[in-house]
């Protein structure tokens, strides 16, 4: 059976509901989000003269819940204007409404009886063979539909999104009694292809496999820390990015998603898990219970294991929680031996081994939280899921790790595994010991490009299913590899499709990348039929090496800067002209110089989660790799007759000189980085270079022929120039920018204006380039622009001098 998902109705506008309606939203789906209907009107309605028959106040629950949402920071929603899609409504007026959508997902409060009363109403209105999901973190599945009809209970199931809908990839479904096996392999490549999710299919046991392992992790933690001695900044230090997990890590997690919405799961898990072999520590320990006491519960009560306070100062201080006195006290700054041992190494993955050998109390940390983590998980199979490679993707998509679990027993060692796990005394499944007994030593193979996992009923190795829509570079890195240098690697794709990666720190583009890039394009004009430019780390790229820029500019080294500038302008050429099809895919931060790779490349691939500018300006510059040129490039193929088009190259100077950044690949559309029907997005990061390798096919298939270098780019001249500098006068008179902010957005003024031409006239690229690499030299030579990049480099943060 075909289905076409076109409209979806969420029952249920709080926080989740909300946030998986916006999400259907930014998909393109029409949503349909309804809640109850108010009992009583609040001052303001009343102040009004409204009355509770009003459609305004019947609706006020889902309306007030949707505003909240799309207020909300990180956002919901790719782009403000696709909240459009969302029609709000409620159960008594609009349920009947429901007849006309593709799915029904229920989202409301984790009752039972609520969720089977709602149900119950749901089925007078839903059309046969309609998809009816829940959405709950933890209620058995199979109770859910009880007495629901026999089309009712094919075409249901769980569906959990974590929550924010938007940013956790997890999408667990949970197969019913009656669950059609189309409906569950529909709804398995829904949440893949369209959603943008990893989706996981679980068995229908508490909490299934994200919250069961994670919630474990989290309450052995609790645990550990009285235990140990340590404090909750040592934990966070210990089990943030050092080990591939969020900079949140542990404690601050929990204050982020409520030590309430924790404490319920774990106690579900406590009264409907006793045969777990780890039952006990669900059990709450006394600090936790005395916190839920004192309403404690993080940031929505304005404390939890950190409080924000006001110093004497007046500035403001993050406050911390003694586990030991249950008093706030300030942050205590924590560093350990074995993870300064772990500075060089650049992968999480690579790092374990180091960190289970550690000699102090951090080691014994490691040691005694993967002891636990390896005996549970393994104890999980079959329980919770067959097949290991889930609870691994479950906790990569839900959590936020790099490395699931069975992944990280791998990097250790299985054998040094069991070691760890038995000098602490926890005790593996049986199968673990049955595995290795068999040969297999891994529970991971990589063969032919494809991952292969420990399959502990047929006791072999079998491929992870779903691969073939996917290009995974950790795969193919080293047997595709065609040419590398330390900071890239040039990998062949198949199908006469390079691809070149990355791979320097924050993917931040210097020399060797830049040389990288070219050797790629030359390989490919030679021997192959185009280039992809991506790769599957955390960025894309944080833009060019300031570090490189700041050692030049401070030893005064100018020849040599106004080379690397040179080198880097010529490179973006390379990628707009060369004579094969150049496919470029940004994804996470896309700043500065990856943005102007971006806009140089013949098409762009988008994941949606892009954030992309041009920040330049906050460290005292104008994008100098080819942005500042590109952007006057665009303003001037805007330009209409009898246009003012000054108007125009005023939006394209504002979008550099406020270092605008896009919150995802749409937005980037607005601010002139991605062009409309040339550059595409996809939802799913995991299927970005797939996508892109498909690009460069489609391109070099239709014949791709290499373009002809402008040279006829509209400047305005002095009519240009003379507005933006009475502006950027007009912002410094008014302070709303700096002495140097003016100095920097009147060379760009100088640039996007073709410099002070007495008319309008046609230009050459290289002319515009000229004059940004004029400009961007020029700044570097200023004390306040060395200040900036030296304070970027020190903090990570921009100054504002």
Not at 171 to 192: A, H, M, Q
Request: proline share 3%.
């Amino acid at each position: 059976m075909k289905r076409n998902i076109k409209k979806v109705a969420v029952i249920g506008s709080g926080i989740m509901g909300s946030g998986i309606a916006c999400h259907f939203a930014n998909i393109g789906v029409e949503v349909l989000l309804l809640d109850i209907v108010p009992r009583e009107l609040t001052d303001k309605e009343q102040q009004k003269g409204l009355s509770l028959n009003d459609k305004v106040v019947r609706n006020r629950i889902a309306n007030d819940n949707l505003t909240a949402a799309l207020k909300s920071n990180p956002s919901p929603i790719y782009h403000k204007k696709f909240a459009d899609r969302i029609t709000t409504g409620n159960l008594e007026d609009d349920l009947s409404k429901i007849s006309g959508v593709d799915w029904v997902i229920e989202v409301v409060v984790e009752r039972l009886d609520i969720k089977k009363k709602v149900f119950e109403q749901i089925e007078q209105y839903r059309t046969p063979g309609t998809l009816i999901t829940s959405n709950t973190s933890g209620i058995p599945i199979h109770f859910m539909s009880e007495g629901r009809s026999e089309d009712f209970q094919r075409h249901f199931c769980g569906t959990h999104f974590f929550n924010p809908a938007r940013y956790l990839k997890l999408f667990e479904i949970i197969p019913g009694p009656k669950t059609s096996e189309e409906v569950l392999g529909f709804l398995n490549v829904y949440g893949d292809k369209f959603l943008g999710k990893t989706s996981v299919v679980a068995k229908d046991t508490p909490a299934f496999i994200g919250n069961r392992v994670g919630i474990f992790g989290i309450m052995s933690l609790f645990h550990q820390v009285k235990e140990m001695g340590l404090t909750i900044e040592e934990v966070d230090k210990l089990t943030g990015p050092v080990i591939g997990r969020p900079k949140s890590a542990t404690f601050r997690t929990v204050d982020v998603v409520g030590l309430d919405t924790l404490v319920h799961v774990a106690n579900g898990l406590y009264e409907n898990c006793p045969e777990d072999e780890a039952h006990e520590l669900f059990k709450l320990p006394g600090f936790i219970n005395t916190m839920m006491e004192n309403k404690w519960l993080g940031s929505k009560t304005g404390q939890g294991f950190y409080k924000k306070v006001k110093n004497d100062d007046g500035k403001s201080e993050i406050l911390s929680l003694d586990l030991d006195t249950l008093e706030y006290r300030p942050g205590k700054k924590a560093s350990f031996a074995t993870l300064e041992l772990t500075k060089t190494i650049d992968r999480p993955i690579d790092r374990f081994k180091v960190l289970v050998g550690g000699k102090d109390k951090a080691g014994d940390f490691y040691r005694k939280n993967f002891a636990a983590m390896f005996a549970y998980v393994s104890h999980r199979i079959s329980e919770i899921t067959d097949d290991l490679y889930k609870i691994d993707d479950a906790m990569k998509a839900g959590f936020g790790w790099e490395n699931g679990p069975f992944e990280i027993w791998d990097a250790i060692g299985i054998k040094d595994g069991l070691e760890i796990m038995k000098a602490e005394g926890e005790k593996p499944a049986a199968w673990v010991e049955e595995m290795l007994g068999s040969g297999n030593d891994s529970f991971y193979t990589i063969k032919d490009g494809n991952t292969y996992y420990y399959d502990v009923s047929s006791r072999s190795q079998v491929k992870v299913p779903g691969q073939d829509a996917f290009i995974i570079l950790n795969n193919i890195r080293e047997s595709k590899k065609v040419w590398s240098n330390s900071d890239t690697i040039v990998e062949d794709l198949g199908d006469g499709i390079l691809n070149v990666e990355f791979r320097s720190k924050m993917n931040t583009i210097g020399g060797e990348v830049l040389q990288g890039i070219n050797k790629a394009i030359d390989i490919a004009e030679k021997e192959y039929d185009g280039l992809v430019i991506g790769n599957q780390a955390a960025n894309f790229s944080v833009g060019a090496n300031i570090g490189m820029i700041f050692m030049m500019a401070v030893e005064q080294e100018y020849d040599e800067l106004n080379m690397a500038i040179k080198m880097f302008q010529d490179t973006m050429m390379r990628v707009r002209y060369s004579s094969i099809p150049v496919v470029v895919a940004p994804h996470g931060m896309t700043l500065g110089g990856g943005c102007e790779m971006s806009m140089h490349a013949d098409k762009v691939v988008a994941a949606a989660e892009t954030y992309i500018g041009l920040v330049e300006f906050g460290v005292g510059v104008i994008p100098g790799g080819g942005g500042s040129k590109e952007m006057t490039l665009r303003a001037s193929d805007t330009f209409k007759k009898d246009d003012v088009e000054l108007n125009a190259l005023r939006e394209y100077f504002l979008t550099i000189g406020t270092a605008k950044v896009s919150t995802s690949a749409y937005e980037a559309y607005d601010l002139g980085i991605l062009q409309k029907g040339k550059d595409i997005i996809v939802v799913n990061k995991d299927r970005q270079i797939a996508e892109a390798k498909k690009h460069a096919v489609l391109l070099a298939d239709a014949g791709y022929t290499q373009p002809v270098k402008r040279k006829d780019i509209k400047v305005l001249g002095k009519q240009a120039l003379g507005a933006f500098l009475v502006g950027t006068d007009s912002m410094y008179a008014g302070k709303y920018i700096s002495e140097h902010d003016k100095k920097i957005a009147n060379k760009l003024a100088y640039v996007m204006a073709g410099g002070d031409l007495s008319e309008a006239s046609h230009v050459s690229e290289q002319y515009l380039l000229d004059l940004e690499r004029e400009a961007f030299l020029s700044l570097c030579t200023e004390r306040k622009t060395l200040e900036r990049i030296q304070h970027m480099l020190k903090t990570g943060k921009p100054l504002r001098n």
